[in-house]
């Protein structure tokens, strides 16, 4: 998407316009955001780390999650 480098607010304007849902790692987004301004889901992955190992699990979780989340609205999953 040649999106690399960009952060933040800026992403999340340019992600409302083509997707449903924000999946992200990034803890601090809802407190570097007002997210309700924006016409995305934010889902945030919460494992023992970031590394892919420790998400993997949270796949299920979140494939279960996904037909609920509602734009404007935050979701986490965690450990």
């Known amino acids: 998407m040649n999106w690399a480098g960009i952060k933040n607010g800026n992403l999340l304007a340019l992600a409302q316009k083509q997707f449903d849902v924000f999946i992200t790692v990034d803890r601090n987004?809802?407190?570097?955001?007002?997210?309700?301004?924006?016409?995305?889901?934010?889902?945030?992955?919460?494992?023992?780390?970031n590394r892919l190992a420790d998400l993997k699990p949270l796949i299920p979780?979140?494939?279960?999650?996904l037909p609920d989340i509602k734009p404007q609205r935050l979701t986490i999953i965690s450990v």
Do not use: D, E, Y
Request: aromatic share 8%; glycine share 4%.
């Open 29 to 49: 987004i809802s407190f570097q955001q007002h997210l309700p301004k924006f016409h995305i889901a934010v889902l945030i992955l919460r494992g023992k780390t």
């Open 61 to 65: 979780r979140l494939l279960k999650a």
